[in-house]
């Protein structure tokens, strides 16, 4: 584990909303992309992946005394948005689409297991938050010529798993973030 001063523990410990509204982001992801057409779910996607970048850098931003978190989360939240405007740009060839949320999740999850060394709180979650995410991106660099209805579910069950860890994150950093208040 990377040692972490004081002062990025508690201001860690005071964004759990910002892990808790990328759990939510994820869960209404995977909700919506079951439930509207193709072109609308790759809207979905590309406005997921935008807003869970901006979150994941308001987070990296804000941690102004850890360079490590700071880094691994803005990179990672960098990578988002990139793939967002990818994928809006490019989404509409389904190998291009597929390719970008691979390499999206492959980042993301480096990201993830890389910044998980740093956090005094839910380390582990965030851990396998990040091998999830590499799973994910792996699965679809094996098999990127998925009809886009197997590639929808894929994307849901990722999103619901990615949603329950972030809000554990969320919860474990809220409960920290309590105590020492």
Partial sequence: MI?????AKAELRRKWYLAFARGIAALLVGVLALTVPQPVALVIVA?????DGAIAVAFGVGMGSSLWIRAAFVLEGSAGILA???VLTHGSSHSYFVLTIATWAV???????VGAAALPNA????AVLGFVSLAFGVALFVWPSLAILSFLY????????AAILFVLVALDLWRAYSRSA
């Fill in 3 to 7: 040692a972490v001063d004081a002062s």
């Fill in 47 to 51: 406005a997921y992946l935008f807003i």
């Fill in 84 to 86: 967002s405007l990818f």
């Fill in 107 to 113: 980042v993301t999850g480096l990201l993830e297991i």
């Fill in 123 to 126: 380390a582990w979650l965030v």
């Fill in 154 to 161: 894929l994307l849901i069950c990722y999103a619901v798993v």
